[in-house]
C-alpha cells in the first residue's frame, strides 16, 4: 500500500478557506446578516438612537396673571427646550397633567412674582419634572434653571448699575472640542460598530461551527489528512475578511449619511478591528465547543453579547457605573474597539494616543482565542 501523504500546509489552508467562502456565499440568510444586516441596522440606529432633547411638552400655571409672568413664559418657551403643551390652572392640575402624559414638565408661577421683582425681593419659580425620563428631565430642568438664572443675573446688573455702583462680570466662554454641535451619531455610530460586529461574528461562527457538527461534515472532514490548526484557520480567515469588509461599510455610511469625520489614520482602525475580531471570532469558536446544536449556540451568543454591549460604554458612560462593576469593564474587549473607533474618527488619535486600547484588545483576544482553539483540538481529537 502507498503510504497517504499530507498536502503541503497553504493548500490545506487555501482548500479549508475556498470550502467556507463558498459555502457562506451560497447561503443568502448567512451573507445578508453578514453585509446588508449591519448596513441596515446603522442607519436605524444612527437615526433611532438620539440623546438630544427638544420640544419637552410643558405646561404652565401662572397664578401671578402679570405682565412680567406672560413675558418670561414667552421666552422661557421660545429656547426650543420647552415646547408649550397649555396652560392650567393650579399646581396640582399640573401634576395631573404629568400623571396623564400631557406633559412632561409644568412651571408655576406664585402669585406676587411680578411684586417681589419689583421690589428686590426673591422671586421663586418653580418647576414640576416627569422623572420616570431621567435624560429629559435632566435637560428640561436645566434649561429652566439657566434661563431663570440669567434672568437672576441681569435683574442684579440693572439694580447695580442704577445705584451707580459697577456690576460684576463673570463671562463663560465654552469651547467643545470634537463634536461642536453635541450631535448624538457622532458618539453613537462608532459604539454601533462594535456591537453588530460582536452581534454578527460571534453568533455566526458559534452556530457555522456547531451546524457543521450537527451535519456531521466536520468529522468528514477530520477523515482528512489536515492539521487542526489549519483547519481553524481556514475557517476563521473568511469572518476576518468580512469584519473587516463590514466596519468599512459601517465608517462609509456614518461618514456620509451622518456626516461623521474620520480624523485619525486608517490603519489604527484596521489593527483595531483585527484585533477585537480576535476576541469575537475566539468567543463564538468558544461557545461552538460547548453547544451540541444550533439553538444553544445561538443562544450562547446572545448570553455573551447583551453583557459585553451594556458593559462597553456604548449607551452609559462607564464612569456612571458603580465602583464594583468598573474592574469588568477592563476584560470586555467591546469597551476598548469603541474607544479605538471614537478615538480614531472624532479626535484623530494615532498609535500614540490609542495604543493602550490595542495592547488590551490583543491580550484579551488572544487568550480567548489560545484557550478556544485548545478546546476545538480537544474536541475534535
Given at each position: 500500500?502507498?503510504?497517504?501523504?499530507?498536502?503541503?500546509?497553504?493548500?490545506?489552508?487555501?482548500?479549508?478557506?475556498?470550502?467556507?467562502?463558498?459555502?457562506?456565499?451560497?447561503?443568502?440568510?448567512?451573507?445578508?446578516?453578514?453585509?446588508?444586516?449591519?448596513?441596515?441596522?446603522?442607519?436605524?440606529?444612527?437615526?433611532?438612537?438620539?440623546?438630544?432633547?427638544?420640544?419637552?411638552?410643558t405646561v404652565v400655571a401662572d397664578l401671578d396673571r402679570s405682565t412680567q409672568s406672560r413675558e418670561h413664559t414667552r421666552r422661557?418657551?421660545?429656547?426650543?427646550?420647552?415646547?408649550?403643551?397649555?396652560?392650567?390652572?393650579?399646581?396640582?392640575?399640573?401634576?395631573?397633567?404629568?400623571?396623564?402624559?400631557?406633559?412632561?414638565?409644568?412651571?408655576?408661577?406664585?402669585?406676587?412674582?411680578?411684586?417681589?421683582?419689583?421690589?428686590?425681593?426673591?422671586?421663586?419659580?418653580?418647576?414640576i419634572l416627569d422623572g420616570t425620563d431621567p435624560n429629559r428631565a435632566t435637560v428640561a430642568g436645566a434649561a429652566a434653571a439657566?434661563?431663570?438664572?440669567?434672568?437672576?443675573?441681569?435683574?442684579?446688573?440693572?439694580?447695580?448699575?442704577?445705584?451707580?455702583?459697577?456690576?460684576?462680570?463673570?463671562?463663560?466662554?465654552?469651547?467643545?472640542?470634537?463634536?461642536?454641535?453635541?450631535?448624538?451619531?457622532?458618539?453613537?455610530?462608532?459604539?454601533?460598530?462594535?456591537?453588530?460586529?460582536?452581534?454578527?461574528?460571534?453568533?455566526?461562527?458559534?452556530?457555522?461551527?456547531?451546524?457543521?457538527?450537527?451535519?456531521?461534515?466536520?468529522?468528514?472532514?477530520?477523515?482528512?489528512?489536515?492539521?487542526?490548526?489549519?483547519?481553524?484557520?481556514?475557517?476563521?480567515?473568511?469572518?476576518?475578511?468580512?469584519?473587516?469588509?463590514?466596519?468599512?461599510?459601517?465608517?462609509?455610511?456614518?461618514?456620509?449619511?451622518?456626516?461623521?469625520?474620520?480624523?485619525?489614520?486608517?490603519?489604527?482602525?484596521?489593527?483595531?478591528?483585527?484585533?477585537?475580531?480576535?476576541?469575537?471570532?475566539?468567543?463564538?469558536?468558544?461557545?461552538?465547543t460547548i453547544s451540541s446544536t444550533q439553538q444553544q449556540a445561538f443562544l450562547g451568543g446572545f448570553l455573551f453579547a447583551i453583557?459585553?454591549?451594556?458593559?462597553?460604554?456604548?449607551?452609559?458612560?462607564?464612569?456612571?457605573?458603580?465602583?464594583?462593576?468598573?474592574?469588568?469593564?477592563?476584560?470586555?474587549?467591546?469597551?476598548?474597539?469603541?474607544?479605538?473607533?471614537?478615538?480614531?474618527?472624532?479626535?484623530?488619535?494615532?498609535?500614540?494616543?490609542?495604543?493602550?486600547?490595542?495592547?488590551?484588545?490583543?491580550?484579551?483576544?488572544?487568550?480567548?482565542?489560545?484557550?478556544?482553539?485548545?478546546?476545538?483540538?480537544?474536541?475534535?481529537?
Amino acid at each position: 500500500m502507498i503510504p497517504r501523504t499530507a498536502p503541503p500546509a497553504r493548500l490545506q489552508l487555501a482548500a479549508v478557506i475556498r470550502k467556507e467562502v463558498l459555502q457562506t456565499i451560497r447561503d443568502r440568510r448567512v451573507m445578508f446578516l453578514l453585509m446588508v444586516a449591519p448596513v441596515i441596522q446603522t442607519v436605524v440606529f444612527g437615526f433611532a438612537v438620539n440623546f438630544d432633547v427638544d420640544d419637552v411638552p410643558t405646561v404652565v400655571a401662572d397664578l401671578d396673571r402679570s405682565t412680567q409672568s406672560r413675558e418670561h413664559t414667552r421666552r422661557l418657551l421660545a429656547d426650543g427646550t420647552l415646547a408649550s403643551a397649555g396652560r392650567v390652572r393650579s399646581p396640582a392640575e399640573g401634576e395631573r397633567a404629568l400623571d396623564g402624559g400631557r406633559a412632561a414638565a409644568a412651571v408655576v408661577f406664585p402669585d406676587g412674582f411680578a411684586a417681589d421683582l419689583a421690589a428686590g425681593r426673591p422671586a421663586e419659580v418653580q418647576i414640576i419634572l416627569d422623572g420616570t425620563d431621567p435624560n429629559r428631565a435632566t435637560v428640561a430642568g436645566a434649561a429652566a434653571a439657566r434661563y431663570f438664572g440669567e434672568l437672576g443675573a441681569a435683574t442684579q446688573r440693572a439694580r447695580l448699575a442704577a445705584l451707580g455702583a459697577p456690576a460684576p462680570s463673570v463671562k463663560l466662554v465654552p469651547r467643545i472640542a470634537w463634536n461642536p454641535t453635541l450631535r448624538s451619531a457622532p458618539y453613537m455610530v462608532p459604539g454601533i460598530a462594535g456591537m453588530l460586529l460582536i452581534i454578527v461574528t460571534t453568533i455566526i461562527t458559534a452556530m457555522g461551527l456547531a451546524r457543521e457538527r450537527e451535519m456531521g461534515t466536520l468529522e468528514q472532514v477530520m477523515v482528512t489528512p489536515i492539521q487542526p490548526i489549519w483547519l481553524l484557520l481556514g475557517k476563521m480567515t473568511p469572518y476576518v475578511v468580512i469584519g473587516i469588509v463590514d466596519v468599512m461599510l459601517l465608517v462609509g455610511v456614518g461618514s456620509w449619511l451622518f456626516d461623521i469625520p474620520i480624523r485619525g489614520a486608517p490603519p489604527v482602525l484596521l489593527i483595531g478591528t483585527v484585533l477585537y475580531l480576535f476576541s469575537t471570532l475566539g468567543v463564538g469558536l468558544l461557545i461552538s465547543t460547548i453547544s451540541s446544536t444550533q439553538q444553544q449556540a445561538f443562544l450562547g451568543g446572545f448570553l455573551f453579547a447583551i453583557p459585553a454591549i451594556i458593559l462597553s460604554g456604548v449607551m452609559t458612560p462607564i464612569r456612571a457605573m458603580p465602583d464594583w462593576l468598573r474592574p469588568l469593564t477592563l476584560l470586555n474587549p467591546v469597551r476598548w474597539f469603541v474607544e479605538v473607533m471614537r478615538g480614531v474618527m472624532l479626535r484623530g488619535a494615532g498609535f500614540g494616543d490609542l495604543w493602550v486600547q490595542l495592547v488590551a484588545l490583543l491580550a484579551i483576544g488572544s487568550a480567548i482565542l489560545i484557550f478556544a482553539a485548545l478546546r476545538f483540538r480537544k474536541r475534535l481529537v
